[in-house]
C-alpha cells in the first residue's frame, strides 16, 4: 500500500491529553506488566516516578536546548491522501516514536542516562500518538486554529481534546482500567505485536468524528467525546505495556 506523508512546516503548541491523560496511560501500563519488568523500569528511572516520566517533554518544552524536540509530538497528514514511507529522521511522532522503541531494544549498547531519556520520550509519545489531533491535519495546525465554545469558554479543538473533556467528565483512571478488563483490550495484550502504522491508521480514523460537531460544543458530543478518550487511553497504556514486555522481557 503506498502511503504519502505531507507533513507541514508549520509548528504549534500542543500537550496531548494534558498531565491527567498521560498519568493515567502509564497507570494502566503498570497494571499490565509484571513486577520483575516494573522493577527493570524502575531501575532506570531512578527517583522518577512513571507520571513525571510520561509529562517530562512537555515540562521541558520552553528549556531552548530542548527546542528540537518540538516537533516530536505529531505528525500532520493532509485529509484524503494516500500513506507512503517516511523518511528516516523526519522529526514527527510516529518516526521519532519508532526510533525510540528501536533504541530501546538495543538497550544493551546504551548507557544508563540513554536509556532514561529514551524512556521519558516513549512514556510521552506514546500517548500523544494515540490523541487523534496529534496525528491530525497540518492545514489547521491540528485542530487549533478550529475556535471552539466550549461550555462557555474560548478554546480550540485541539486544547478540548487535550485536557478540557478530560477535566469536564471527570476522566479517571479507575474509570479506564475498568474498560482494559475487556476482552478486546485483553486480546490487544496478548498479541504483543507492535505496529505504529496499524496504530496510527486506527487513531486517524476517529477524526471523522472529532470533526463533526456544533459550536458551540453541545453534551452529545462531549459524552460521545469521553467515550473515544477513554478508549485510546486505555489502548495506550495496554500498548504501552506491550512495548515494554518486549523490551525488558
Do not use: C
Amino acid at each position: 500500500m503506498k502511503i504519502l506523508f505531507y507533513l507541514t512546516i508549520f509548528p504549534y503548541i500542543s500537550f496531548g491529553w494534558g498531565e491527567k491523560g498521560h498519568h493515567i496511560i502509564v497507570q494502566i501500563a503498570k497494571k499490565h506488566i509484571n513486577k520483575n519488568i516494573q522493577d527493570s523500569v524502575n531501575k532506570y528511572l531512578d527517583d522518577i516516578t512513571w507520571e513525571n516520566a510520561s509529562t517530562w517533554m512537555d515540562n521541558i518544552r520552553r528549556i531552548p536546548e530542548y527546542a528540537f524536540l518540538k516537533n516530536w509530538h505529531y505528525i500532520n497528514i493532509e485529509q484524503n491522501m494516500p500513506y507512503d514511507s517516511i523518511k528516516t529522521g523526519a522529526d514527527n511522532i510516529y518516526v521519532q516514536l519508532q526510533l525510540t522503541i528501536n533504541r530501546l531494544k538495543n538497550k544493551n549498547i546504551l548507557t544508563k542516562k540513554q536509556i532514561t531519556y529514551n524512556l521519558k520520550i516513549l512514556f510521552h509519545l506514546i500517548g500523544d500518538f494515540h490523541q487523534p489531533l496529534h496525528v491530525g491535519y497540518g492545514i489547521d495546525r491540528g485542530g487549533n486554529d478550529v475556535k471552539i465554545d466550549f461550555l462557555g469558554k474560548h478554546s480550540n479543538l485541539h486544547a478540548i481534546w487535550d485536557a478540557d473533556i478530560i477535566e469536564q467528565t471527570n476522566i479517571s483512571f479507575e474509570l479506564v482500567n475498568t474498560l482494559t478488563n475487556k476482552k478486546k483490550y485483553a486480546l490487544s495484550l496478548k498479541k504483543s505485536d507492535i505496529n505504529l502504522m496499524h496504530w496510527m491508521i486506527q487513531t486517524r480514523k476517529l477524526l471523522n468524528f472529532v470533526y463533526h460537531f456544533t459550536n458551540p460544543i453541545n453534551y452529545s458530543y462531549i459524552n460521545k467525546s469521553k467515550s473515544i478518550i477513554q478508549h485510546q487511553l486505555a489502548l495506550a497504556g495496554i500498548r504501552l505495556a506491550i512495548i515494554l514486555n518486549t523490551i525488558f522481557s
